[in-house]
DNA sequence: GGGATCGTCAACCGGTTGGTTGAATATGCG
DNA sequence: CGCATATTCAACCAACCGGTTGACGATCCC
C-alpha cells in the first residue's frame, strides 16, 4: 500500500515475461482450472504456482473465485487491451495471424514431461 | 554465455515491464537518438540509461550504431511482432486504435519532455 | 470427529535488476 | 598535443524474483 503504485503496463508486461505464467494463461484460454490442475503439467510445486497465479490475478490477467476448497482461475482476456493498444502504436502487427500463434501457442505448452 | 538462452518473448516483455525503457522507445518513435539525448529527460545517471538501452537492444527492440564518437539508437518495432502476435492469440484488441495510442503515449512519456 | 485434499503463508535462499558512483576508453576539436 | 564530449566498464548496493520447504487454515467426506 505505501508503495508509489506501478503503471499498469508495468505489472502486465512484468507478468507476461514469465514462460510459466505464459504458459498458464495459453492453458487458461481453453478452461477455466482450478490451481491444482493448473500446477499439474509443471516441474515445480504447488506453492510456487500459488505465486504465479497471484502475480497474474495482480496484473488482472486473471480472476479466482473460491468455491467450495477449489479456487478457480479464469482468463481475463481484456487486461491485455491496453498493453497491445500500446504496442499497436509502434506499428501494425497482423492483427489476425492465427497461424502464426497456433506456432506459438505449440511451442509454449508444457510438455507435461518437463517444462 | 552459459545460460539457457530464455524464449524470445521472455525477453521482449520483461523490457516492455520498465516504463523508462517503454518512455525510452515511444521518444524513439519519433527519431533516431544519441545515447546522452535518449538520457537527457530522465531523473538518472547516464549509465543507467546505458544499461537500460542494453536490455532494449538484447531484446532486439532497439538497434545501436556507433557513427564516431557517439552511438545512435534507432527503433526495431519488428522485434515487437511476436509479442503483439502472442497477445492477439487472446482475443483482437481493436488493431488499430490509434486515440488510445495517443493517450497512452501522454501518459508515459517523461514530464519535462519537449522531444 | 478424523483423515485426506486444496491452497496459502512464512521463512529462507541464490540470482537478477535497477540504480549509484568513479575510473576508463574512444573520439572530435582547437 | 591537450582538453572536452560520448559512452561504457567495474564495483557496489538494496530490492525484488522465482523457487524451495514446512506449517497452517479450510473444506469435503466417511
Known amino acids: 500500500m505505501t508503495s508509489p503504485a506501478p503503471h499498469p503496463l508495468d505489472t502486465v508486461f512484468a507478468a507476461l515475461a514469465d514462460p510459466t505464467r505464459r504458459a498458464i494463461l495459453t ?15 509443471f516441474a515445480m510445486s504447488l506453492a510456487a504456482i500459488s505465486k504465479h497465479l497471484a502475480v497474474l490475478a495482480d496484473a488482472g490477467l486473471i480472476t479466482q473465485e473460491k468455491r467450495g476448497r477449489v479456487k478457480w482461475c479464469k482468463l481475463e482476456p481484456d487486461a491485455l487491451r491496453a498493453a497491445s ?3 499497436q502504436g509502434f506499428g501494425q502487427f497482423d492483427p489476425v495471424d492465427l497461424d502464426a500463434f497456433e506456432r506459438f501457442l505449440a511451442s509454449e ?7
Not at 484460454?29 to 493448473?38: C, I, P, R, W, Y
Not at 505448452?109 to 517444462?115: F, G, N, V, W
Open 27 to 41: 492453458m487458461l484460454l481453453e478452461d477455466d482450472m482450478a490451481v491444482t490442475d493448473v500446477a499439474h503439467p
Open 85 to 87: 493498444v500500446w504496442m
Open 109 to 115: 505448452l508444457p510438455e507435461d514431461s518437463e517444462i
